[in-house]
């Protein structure tokens, strides 16, 4: 069995392509990309050297949606908080986010952090990259593999995304209400519908 890698690159189109050849335990984190891809197939561009780019490959599991947002929210600490299903709020602006792709017997985990530069209207977190790279390392390692109940639990206690009015921009329609809840299967619950894909948007009350 292959022995899992760190890869360190200066520059690559985007560091999921390259985890994704990679055995399970892996991580690839890069200064510069040059195709970094988001949520929804959006683009994801800092300047080399700004941001904490980085994907990691584990097993699949039900929830790693959240439990990746949970992960990467705890490892920035700092009052980061969570807009469904796993964008990384600092201060109600954008911190980050996570891009999760699962093949087969593996999950490719995404991240992308501001650290020292964020585009107009975003936030950054101004700490050392490696220590935020070890400290996500470990708090994934975790969450991947924790009890559902306890994810849940603790995607709640993070989430900015509760109790507030969200519109959610979905394939055929726009769902806009009262974000109450998740449910078991980690789909946003809005004004009693369960919402499983879609782009949410916090409504300024």
Do not use: Y
């Not at 807009?83 to 093949?103: A, C, F, M």
């Amino acid at each position: 069995m292959d022995e899992p890698r760190t890869v360190r690159l200066d520059s690559v189109g985007s560091t999921q392509d390259v985890a994704r050849q990679l055995p399970i335990g892996s991580i690839v984190v890069a200064d510069h990309q040059t195709a970094g891809r988001g949520r929804l197939s959006r683009s994801w561009e800092a300047p080399p050297g700004t941001a904490l780019q980085a994907s990691f490959v584990i097993r699949p599991q039900p929830l790693l949606s959240l439990a990746a947002g949970v992960a990467a929210a705890e490892a920035c600490n700092h009052g980061v908080r969570l807009k469904w299903p796993n964008d990384l709020l600092l201060e109600d602006r954008k911190l980050g986010g996570i891009l999760i792709e699962v093949s087969g017997d593996r999950a490719i985990v995404g991240v992308g952090i501001n650290l020292t530069w964020a585009p107009p209207g975003a936030a950054q977190l101004d700490i050392p990259r490696d220590r935020l790279l070890d400290d996500l390392k470990d708090s994934l390692d975790r969450w991947a593999v924790a009890a559902p109940e306890k994810i849940l639990e603790a995607w709640r206690a993070l989430a900015d995304t509760l109790g507030r009015k969200v519109r959610v921009e979905l394939p055929d329609r726009v769902l806009e209400g009262m974000a109450q809840d998740i449910d078991g299967n980690g789909s946003l619950i809005v004004e009693g519908v369960p919402v499983s894909v879609g782009d949410v948007i916090h409504l300024r009350t």
